[in-house]
């Protein structure tokens, strides 16, 4: 499980916890979609279009690692070393996504603190660089929909 503490109040700035130890810091990009970490060494860039709805994640030598397609929609899939995860939004009010495996909730990622941000992730049996490339895509899409929200 991963946990995401937000450690700044200006920018999408959050320290993720793996397993009691921090493994990365989720930089989020400033005027794009997406943002970037290092993980044991290897750096990584998730990259959106425009609307946010189609992100990237490339390792340092641009290699695409996952993409994410109809992020925001009720349901979206994540694709990475040739394994699609799907995805959905667990009410029409809420906020957190479900990972879903043939029709059953099997892992998700929610807020644990409305007021301070703070997110966790279940994401089992995803690689994880995939894991945080997904809690990267939920939090940008989150801080997208505040924004239009204010």
């Known amino acids: 499980m991963l946990q995401a503490r937000r450690t700044s109040v200006w920018r999408s700035r959050y320290e993720v916890v793996a397993d009691g130890r921090t493994v990365i810091t989720w930089d989020g990009a400033l005027w794009n979609n997406g943002g970037d970490f290092t ?9 959106g279009n425009v609307w946010g709805s189609r992100f990237t994640m490339v390792d340092g030598s ?7 397609e109809r992020v925001g929609r009720k349901q979206w899939t994540v694709e990475a070393a040739g394994r699609a995860y799907h995805f ?8 957190e996504q479900e990972l879903v495996t043939d029709g059953r909730r099997v892992g998700s990622v929610r807020r644990t603190s409305v007021w301070r941000g703070d997110v966790a992730a279940d994401l089992p049996g995803l690689p994880l660089p995939v894991q945080i490339f997904v809690l990267g895509v939920v939090i940008t899409m989150w801080d997208a929909q505040a924004a239009a929200a204010s």
């Open 88 to 95: 959905r939004r667990s009410s029409i009010f809420g906020t």
């Open 62 to 68: 641009g290699a695409q690692v996952a993409r994410a």
């Open 39 to 47: 993980l044991d060494g290897r750096r990584y860039e998730v990259r």
